[in-house]
């Protein structure tokens, strides 16, 4: 262990008050076996040291210590996001939040509605197909309800941006500016910006917008840690840190104030190389944080059309979307972190994009892809040819199901019925063999993951469409969800030995829910309420 991680778990134990042995009587207990099957248990009894000691069948003696009566309540392991943005769902909680808007009119009126101190109005989670306006907002109409005051709000995907006049003119976003690399910025039949910035053209706005000062970004990760112990999640992978975000985790860490295990995901080689120089960070500070892979982006988003597909969009001849480098590049940094011991984690939402990974990682030597477990993020319209390609390179596909859900008019309208056969293809991907992790990619969805086990065994939104399911050839059963969202998370971090079950030696995150999951119908899932979460053997929440 190096003097650094050595200092980090020390600094998490004397930030942590001392734990007594503990048995967690009369529970409704659920963990996944060696098998990958359920197991099922009525004692848990947690080690001094936050540790599983021992699962106990119901009826079995407890030993002799503290106990603490379930009172017949559901009682399983922690759920782990596999794919998050920690620090993006503590700021769109204390920023302008679009989501669930279902109308211009309605954004607007929460934008009038927000009071803020900051030079800038900031925030996202907008969706013009949820608004059904048939294109995208305009500055003009955000001008309406901002005024003066520059503002910039992240499409619900992050992919794209919308910027009011003066945000554009701060920026100096004219007719004359040309489309940056792997970006497109909307205009009207005259080229001038309408006030949508598309992936890399967002960057034109989001670099002149003041850095928030440590006080503020040090209330984002304190408000998602908050939200994430409320839905049950006790870890996340965190898809994209730079330096200054790692050194908040670490911050936390030391103060006992992280309360879920963070796997991070340098973006991009950049601040790969700054964060980790030496080499991948293992899982240290009480196994509360890695820093072991980094994440590319090898397209967009399908919501804006940005993401890369093999032809032309159904719903606008003549855009392929936006490949954010060329196959060649893909393939030289894919390799040379890989070659670094890293894992290395690519964000492909078009068939090509998935197609240009998967040629990528075809070229990694065989052991190193065994060993780093590198994992295609989304992995959401695959061409069914390229579909067996996983298993054969052990990629895992890291999914987030409640993208399924959400997407499904809108992805049929882009891309057609013929490219689905690819889209979305849990069932097949895990029958040839492909491991699994999911996640949520909150706050583009909410983090709440009994959203996803609902999602992914239903293939219905929450409001029960479209009925009957969408595509369900390709659903998961409930045992397959919980795992991705548990052995499945833990595995694709290296961490199948640390969490994920409640097994004696794991650490004892886990949850305690209002009904079983398992004993419920699947189409209400999703009301699941999480009334306690507990890591390493801690409660970091309780429901009031």
């Not at 734990?19 to 963990?31: C, E, K």
């Not at 996983?390 to 895992?396: H, K, V």
């Not at 809108?410 to 057609?416: D, F, H, K, L, N």
Request: aromatic residues 8%.
């Amino acid at each position: 262990m190096t003097m650094r991680c050595a200092l980090l778990v020390s600094g998490l134990m004397l930030g942590q008050a001392a734990l007594a042995d503990t048995a967690y009587v009369n529970a409704n207990g659920y963990t996944i076996d060696a098998a990958g099957g359920l197991a099922r248990f009525g004692t848990l009894v947690v080690a001094d040291d936050g540790r599983v000691k021992a699962t106990l069948a119901a009826g079995a003696p407890v030993p002799r210590g503290k106990r603490i009566d379930v009172k017949g309540r559901t009682l399983m392991p922690g759920l782990i996001d596999a794919h998050g943005h920690v620090m993006g769902l503590g700021e769109l909680a204390l920023k302008v939040d679009l989501n669930g808007t279902t109308s211009l009119a309605e954004a607007q009126a929460r934008l009038r509605a927000y009071k803020t101190g900051s030079a800038w109005i900031t925030g996202g989670g907008w969706n013009q197909e949820r608004w059904q306006l048939g294109r995208f907002p305009t500055a003009a109409e955000l001008d309406a309800v901002t005024g003066a005051r520059p503002a910039f709000l992240e499409r619900v995907d992050g992919h794209a941006g919308w910027a009011n006049s003066r945000a554009l003119a701060l920026a100096g976003v004219t007719a004359a500016t040309p489309d940056p690399a792997g970006g497109r910025i909307e205009r009207d039949a005259a080229g001038n910006p309408t006030g949508v910035l598309v992936d890399g053209a967002m960057k034109l706005v989001a670099s002149k917008i003041p850095a928030p000062s440590q006080r503020e970004s040090d209330a984002m990760l304190a408000k998602s840690l908050a939200i994430m112990a409320s839905v049950g999640l006790t870890g996340a992978g965190d898809a994209g840190i730079d330096p200054a975000t790692w050194e908040r985790y670490q911050r936390f860490a030391r103060t006992g104030k992280l309360t879920a295990r963070i796997y991070a995901m340098a973006y991009g080689p950049d601040n790969r190389a700054a964060i980790a120089p030496q080499g991948p960070i293992g899982w240290n500070a009480d196994d509360r944080l890695a820093m072991m892979a980094m994440k590319l982006q090898a397209d967009g988003a399908l919501g804006s059309r940005g993401a890369w597909m093999k032809a032309p969009y159904s719903d606008a001849p003549g855009n392929r979307g936006l490949p954010f480098f060329d196959e060649g590049a893909l393939r030289r940094i894919i390799v040379d972190a890989s070659a670094k011991g890293f894992q290395v984690n690519v964000h492909a939402i078009g068939d090509a994009a998935n197609g240009a990974a998967l040629g990528a990682f075809a070229v990694v030597p065989a052991e190193q892809r065994t060993a780093l477990r590198h994992r295609d993020e989304h992995a959401q319209i695959v061409a069914p040819d390229d579909l067996p390609r996983f298993a054969r390179l052990g990629i895992i596909a890291s999914i987030q199901p409640t993208h399924a859900t959400s997407d499904k008019g809108m992805a049929e309208a882009r891309v057609g019925a013929e490219r689905l056969a690819g889209g979305y293809a849990w069932r097949t991907l895990i029958d040839s063999g492909v491991r699994i992790a999911a996640g949520s990619d909150f706050p583009v969805e909410p983090p709440n993951p009994f959203y996803g086990l609902h999602a992914a065994v239903t293939r219905q939104s929450r409001d029960g469409q479209p009925a009957g399911g969408w595509r369900t050839n390709e659903a998961m059963t409930l045992p397959e969800a919980f795992a991705a969202f548990t052995t499945g998370a833990a595995y694709a971090e290296h961490a199948e030995d640390k969490f994920g079950t409640l097994t004696p030696g794991k650490w004892a995150d886990f949850i305690v829910v209002d009904r079983d999951p398992f004993a419920i119908a699947p189409a209400t899932l999703w009301q699941v309420v999480v009334e306690e979460t507990f890591v390493g053997g801690k409660r970091v929440y309780r429901r009031r």
